[in-house]
């Protein structure tokens, strides 16, 4: 058994986007149950100066779907963020996922050694598949997903930890 | 070149414990220059009923130094979460460090099929190598070190994204 570059990046979007969804599930709920309204959610932030709960979606979507395009030497599909509904967050994170869906094992893997360049207004990074994984895909993803349960937290919706590490549990027997 | 289990763990969280030690630099800066005092930081949380600045950087700790002890099958040192300052807090993140230093290559890699076992209150969970990485202890590690960051960023503490994945800038050319 050898580890897979798939193994350690796609299906860590593909779950962390579903709990992501679960998220959402949960704010609606509160929010009927006379918790903040969805548009307050939508546009709450946990301080002025930091993104909003959409924005906070629309950059983990980014995150997987760049990450995920580099890994497999593809274009990630565009996509404007004009989201202002938790319907249209639904459907970011659904076109995030049928993206993640169309990547193949194959085009991934053998790809820890690969030259990945970031482009950056004012400069390039350059990384190796398994430093662009480590040192910026997973922390930056994963902060964003954790900044949007975080908002949701601060807003009062009922969510836990295993809320958020929920696909890691069902993979455990 | 392939994949090693090292590579996608160890470094992880020997980054991302620098990055939260530079955070407490910030909050101390920002303190100095009339910011919130370091007990209010330490005591902060985004919502009264999650986990405070404190406990935030010793789950991290507990995470980075669980995670390490199962893949290289050994003991993690007790560490008893009695810190209350920010210089505890740093001893703690370098004690922690200390230890992740003194984890072999050779007895992390090759072990992304070996079963790890995690024992929580009500049940145990059972993971192969790679799902303990990808669906606990990089999601589980990685939430912790955000929050601390979301944590200062809602007192104020100038931090930015580049803040939270300095390492891996560093990284690349």
Redesign the interface.
């Known amino acids: 058994?050898?580890?897979?570059?798939y193994?350690?990046s796609i299906?860590?979007y593909q779950?962390?986007l579903g709990n992501l969804a679960s998220f959402l599930d949960k704010a609606e709920a509160h929010a009927k149950a006379g918790g903040p309204g969805l548009e307050t959610l939508a546009e709450a932030k946990?301080?002025d100066d930091?993104a909003s709960f959409t924005r906070q979606i629309q950059l983990a979507s980014d995150a997987a779907k760049g990450g995920a395009a580099r890994f497999a030497q593809q274009e990630a599909p565009s996509m404007p963020d004009t989201e202002t509904t938790f319907a249209e967050l639904r459907e970011r994170i659904a076109k995030t996922q049928a993206f993640l869906a169309s990547i193949k094992r194959e085009d991934v893997d053998g790809g820890?050694?690969r030259t990945i360049e970031?482009k950056l207004p004012n400069r390039t990074?350059?990384?190796t598949g398994?430093?662009f994984?480590?040192?910026?895909s997973?922390?930056?993803f994963?902060?964003h997903v954790?900044?949007a349960?975080?908002i949701l937290?601060?807003q009062?919706v009922p969510l836990g930890?295993m809320d958020?590490?929920a696909?890691?549990?069902a993979?455990?027997?």
């Open positions: 058994m050898s580890l897979s570059l193994d350690v299906p860590v779950r962390m946990l301080i930091m820890e050694g970031l990074m350059t990384f398994t430093e994984l480590t040192g910026f997973l922390p930056n994963l902060f954790t900044t349960y975080a937290r601060a009062g930890k958020f590490l696909g890691g549990q993979l455990a027997a």
